[in-house]
């Protein structure tokens, strides 16, 4: 429980930077670090849950297009992947407790996962986990 926890505010942080950074993405709810702490909350779940399991799927699927693409295909589909997971995690915050992040496009959710990702590496680096 403890490792959740910790990931969890690691995800926080690593959310606030990216809605900090990106101006198409706008907290939802009053504070705002309210609605950025529910939506890495439902992101961590999600990427512990969901995300495993589309990435699996969309290999088994993708592996003769990849292969021909020379992993081309994989990393879009890793894209797709992680806007669908972020989408997911919005919609579940805003919708079960009124706040959370909107996230206004593919190319931001793109963004977003790579500020997200370095912010994470940087942080849990810091504390050490």
């Known amino acids: ?3 959740f926890l ?3 505010i690691i995800l926080t942080i690593a959310a606030a930077a990216m809605v900090l950074l990106i101006p198409s993405m706008q907290p ?3 504070p705002p670090i309210l ?3 529910v939506f890495a909350l439902f992101l ?3 990427n512990a849950v969901i995300k495993p399991i589309l990435n699996w799927v969309t ?3 993708a592996l003769p297009f990849s292969i021909m693409s020379l992993g081309l295909i994989s990393i879009i589909l890793l894209l797709v992947v ?3 997971c972020m989408r997911l995690a919005s919609w579940l ?3 079960l407790f009124g706040v959370g992040v909107y996230i206004s496009g593919f190319f931001a959710s793109i963004i977003g996962t790579i500020i997200m990702s370095i912010v994470s590496a940087i942080v849990d680096a810091i504390i050490g986990e």
């Open 6 to 8: 910790t990931r969890w």
């Open 82 to 84: 992680n806007w669908l």
């Open 1 to 3: 429980m403890t490792r």
């Open 44 to 46: 961590a779940l999600v």
């Open 93 to 95: 915050a805003v919708s």
């Open 59 to 61: 290999q088994i699927f």
């Open 28 to 30: 939802i709810g009053t």
């Open 35 to 37: 609605g950025i702490a």
